[in-house]
Structures are given as C-alpha cells and as structure tokens.
C-alpha cells in the first residue's frame, strides 16, 4: 500500500516505501507525538484508569483551526520502528490503560496493523480505538476489519464546500458517510463492559463551529438515516488556533445560543445515546 500511496482519499501515489512523503506529510515509519494515559476522552473510552493514547505525527486534513496543529501540521514527533510501537502499546496496557486509543492514524493503517499483530502476539487484550477525522477510503477500513474494537471518528462537515475551504478535504461529505457506514458494519452500536468502558461499537463526534460551517443539521440528518443508535459526541470546545486567528468566520468561538441550537438538533433528529458539553 506504501508503494504508491492509496490509504486515505487523497491517494496521493507517492512512493513511501522509498523515502517519499505523502500529501499527508508522512514517510515509511509511523512518527509518534506522545504516548500516554488520557482522561479527557468520553466517559466510555477514557473511563478511570485512563485512555492508552497513541497520538500520531501528520495527518491527511490540514484544517486551518487544528487545536493540534503542532502535531498534525508540523509534524512534531519521534519515528517508532513497527516493533517499538507494539511495544508502546504493550507498555500502556501495563499502565493500566483501558484500552489503546490511536489518534490520527489514517495515514499509518499498515503500519499500525503490522504493530498490533506483534503486540497480540505478546499479550495485547484491551480493546483497539480508532480515533480519527473520518476522512477514509472504505478499502483501507476492510483491510483492519478485526484490528479495531472501537471507532471513535468526527463528522466535521455537512458540505464539501466547507470541508475544502476549512480542512482541504475535497469529497469529505460522501468519503465521510461511506467510511461511518463501513465502521458500523464492522463493530455495531457501542457495547460496553461491566465497569462501562467500551469493547465495541462506533461513537461519532462532531465539534460545533461557529457561523454554522459545520453544517451541524444536515451532519445529524445523515447519521440518523444510517443509525440512530450510533452515539454522538457533541463537543462545544471550539477556539480558535492554527491559521483561524483573527480570520472571518472561524476567529471566534462557538456562542451559547449556536451550541444550544445544535443540542437541540440531536432531539429533532431522534438521537437519544451520547454526549453534550457544558457551554459556559
């Protein structure tokens, strides 16, 4: 798959095998930011030990509001051998991580595969997360059908125009349904254990913005013709960082009024199973 890169939507071609870069910024070794124990995460992931995360270097989006630009955009991170990061995953599931919470990883699927086979091979039993932008091909998700317990990915947009002129993403709308309808035939409505944490399912997020770019209902419309079971994240954190400072529409942050608004689709639609934030 690295030979000439087809891994996310861009499918860029590039020869990663070989020392090239994709569009995604990334080479042949996955690039790790941190590996650590994470409360912040939903209360099914993060749970009370913490969530094993993995964050990953790069990223196939280049939203000009990233909070974690640093990481996504300027690729701050060290190269982990496929070995290294079983043993990574090993390590925090020693820490007493609920599960292993991969953040980003799109653009490192193979290699991420190929390291989760050597981690079970050696003992590996918390569940897998996939956390991700939600900006996938459907072919590279059947190729980790069975890696992945847990799908933790955002519904960012609900028009392409936005997701190109906000993330670069073009087509995000329909890679994004056909990625979420992919993920929930694999894994199903959330299914947690005796302690409430998540061994299987899928979890959408989708972070509100302001002015509406978004596109929160036509967002919600979607989902619920595919599931209303499926669990939603409706974060309200917006801020705003990376390239949005000081920029028309996206330089401030989320008002109550436009979060109260969002909530309040949730009901219209039908969907009862999730998550809201306080919006002081």
């Known amino acids: 798959m690295l030979d000439s890169c087809t891994i996310c939507p861009f ?7 070989n020392g090239k870069d994709g569009k995604c910024g990334a080479g042949r070794l996955p690039e790790v930011a941190s590996v650590t124990l994470h409360h912040g995460e939903e209360p099914p992931i993060s749970g009370s030990r913490g969530s094993g995360t993995i964050f990953f270097s790069h990223c196939p989006l280049h939203c000009i509001f990233c909070q974690n630009y640093p990481i996504s955009q300027l690729g701050n991170g060290n190269e982990y051998t496929i070995e290294k990061l079983a043993g990574a995953m090993l390590d925090l599931q020693r820490k007493g991580a609920h599960n292993i919470n991969l953040v980003t990883p799109t653009h490192y699927a193979p290699q991420i595969a190929a390291s989760l086979l050597i981690a079970k091979d050696s003992g590996l039993d918390v569940p897998v997360v996939y956390n991700t932008s939600g900006y996938e091909t459907v072919e590279t998700l059947r190729l980790l ?11 960012k947009y609900g028009s392409d125009a936005n997701a190109l002129r906000y993330s670069g993403a073009p087509g995000y709308v329909e890679r994004n349904i056909e990625a ?4 929930f035939r694999q894994t199903g409505t959330l299914e947690v254990d005796g302690e409430g944490i998540a061994i299987k399912g899928t979890v959408v997020r989708h972070l509100v913005l302001p002015h509406e770019i978004a596109g929160t209902r036509e ?15 409706l974060m309200a954190q917006y801020f705003p ?3 949005a400072t000081g920029k028309e529409h996206v330089g401030r942050k989320v008002t109550r009024e436009e979060y109260k608004e969002a909530v309040d689709l949730l009901w219209e639609y039908g969907f009862t199973n999730g998550w809201t934030q306080e919006k002081g």
């Open 180 to 183: 979420v309808r992919e993920m």
């Open 219 to 233: 967002v919600l419309r979607r989902l619920a013709s595919l599931s209303k079971q499926i669990p939603v994240s």
């Open 241 to 243: 960082a990376h390239l």
């Open 145 to 155: 059908e069975g890696f992945v317990d847990v799908y933790l990915t955002d519904m």
């Open 11 to 17: 499918r860029c071609g590039v020869d990663r095998r």
